[in-house]
């Protein structure tokens, strides 16, 4: 049987090379995996091994000439004779089909690679099953191993572990296998909050959407300013303690693909309707995917609210290399004992991780402290605005 | 197999990391080892590959040696950080273009934790930042085992490339991180954020390392 080999079947990604040595001629018996020829593509040498045993009949340009993807560069005879049960056709040149073999089984063309063919085999694999990939309905390696794998777990699904998904883990993993994280949670009252919320949406003129997610960054920033350590990284490899001069808030998204840190810069500088309408369009971005890279970067500390889906209390983990995050969970209507009368109010518990190397308990209570006095007497926060 | 083998030689001669990137190629083809990155120094030495024009070599005054890596000539020594990459691409799943995509990739995220941004251009293999090139590629696959690598300037002496035309440019192409940066980089912080990066960007799981490091 005659194969005809071109450069895209056995230099695998190889567009185009100059042929620079040719280690066998016509007639030579070669052996699979011997060396064929040796093709230089920009900056790299590649030496083309055998596809097949057999003779060789015929060979592509010679060494000094551009060999080019779809050129046949060597001719093999392995020496078998046809399978005549088989109906086995070696497309000539000419049509500019894959030079594979085709067979008809059950009326289905099959177009496989001999090795690919022989995986299937080994692993006992009806080809005619396996769904193709590849070019021109080329079934390839991972098709025959992919399909092995369906075939045993049928009513499972297969998810690939990649883009923002494998992000997420990385840095995660990154976390917990660096930071040694420690947690403490604080019950707030937020009546006022959801007071002065309201009073501002109706006096505005502007139709803004606003959250309590805008008060929670001002808390935060006026309690980060009395606790420098918490807006701060651990530079490991420096072994500093490095305290950040800016308040770049990340605020945890949640998006198709997955948890997202859009980064609000400077956050210090900005009034509550700037954060508020920051948030926003950092939102619809990163929902939507056209987050730009410098705005998931440089973040200083992170708030994740998670309780605006759901959960009244949770653990987050740090983000790494930061040394601290809060999470706000949902705010609920709790009778409690207010001023000396049981009544109904908004309530919220948040809960902080820290990565205990670089803070200590004591340090993140003050922090908590000073958040609970912001958003119980949140006219002081609107207060900072006009100094 | 996602496993990678980090051999740190430190400074070797040239011969001497070409020898064990052969034996590895072999153990490698022969399953006997996983991929592996050699991380070395050599001691000044001028290197032609394949593609090397004859009057690329200005003088002789740095010992020079042929080899069988694509690309042309260039410089190496101490103070250049060298990756020698021995990898099944078979087994890895990638191509040729793909490897070298990579490799990019892996020296211009480093540089960009070090506050350079560099870049790749569309016309030429290596990694430049704005009109000097930084680090060079070349490679050899055979079996679908690649050897070969790339290199890093890092604290190189740049006068050293005066004896050649690297790749076929004027010497003063090339840069250095340290001539950036004012020597604010140890190499040992730039090896460890090559390992970090290739082990990232190749998506190996486990990681060893052999050797000095």
Known sequence: MVYNFKLADIGEGIVEGEVSKWYVKVGDVVKENQPLVEIITEKVTVELPSPADGTIIKIGPEAGKIAKVGEVIVVIDDGKEEDVNKEVSIEETKTEKKELIKEDVKGKKIIATPAVKRLAKEMGIDIGKVVATGEEGRITEKDVKLYSKLEIHSNEERIAFRGTRRTIAERLAKSSDRVVQAWIMEEIDMTKVTELKNKIKESSSEEIKLTYMPFFVKAVIRSLKSSPRINASLDEETEDIVIKKDYNIGIATDTEQGLVVPVIKKAQDKNINEIAKEIEELSIEAKSGKLELENTQGGTFTITNIGAIGGISSIPIVNYPEVAILAINKIMKKVVHWEGEIVARDRVYLSLSFDHRVLDGADVARFLNSIRKCLEDPESLMKDEQS | ?213
């Not at chain 2, 190629?25 to 593609?51: A, C, F, I, W, Y």
């Not at chain 2, 793909?98 to 251009?121: C, D, F, P, Y």
């Not at chain 2, 004896?163 to 001539?179: A, E």
């Not at chain 2, 990232?200 to 390392?209: L, P, W």
Request: hydrophobic share 35%; with cysteine; aromatic share 6%.
């Open chain 2, 1 to 213: 197999m996602n496993n990678l083998n980090i051999i740190d030689l430190g400074l070797t001669e040239y011969q001497r990391a070409l020898e064990i990137q052969k034996t590895l190629v072999k153990d490698r083809l022969s399953n006997l080892t996983t991929d592996t990155l050699l991380l070395v120094e050599h001691p000044h030495v001028v290197t032609l590959g394949k593609q090397t024009n004859p009057e690329d070599v200005l003088n002789n005054s740095i010992p020079i040696i042929k080899i069988d890596r694509g690309g042309s000539a260039t410089y190496h020594g101490p103070g250049q950080l060298i990756g020698y990459i021995i990898m099944d691409l078979k087994n890895k799943g990638i191509s040729v273009p793909v490897l070298i995509s990579k490799i990019h990739e892996i020296i211009i995220l480093t540089l960009n934790e070090l506050g350079i941004k560099a870049k790749r251009r569309k016309d030429n293999t290596g990694v430049w930042i704005d009109e000097k090139k930084i680090a060079s590629i070349g490679l050899s696959v055979r079996n679908w085992i690649t050897y070969h690598g790339f290199s890093l300037n890092v604290n190189t002496d740049l006068e050293k490339f005066n004896t050649i035309r690297p790749c076929g440019y004027d010497s003063q192409v090339m840069t250095s991180i340290n001539s950036i940066k004012r020597n604010q980089y140890s190499e040992e912080l730039v090896k460890k954020k090559i390992i970090n990066n290739f082990s990232k960007v190749f998506e190996y799981n486990r990681i060893k390392s052999l050797g000095k490091n």
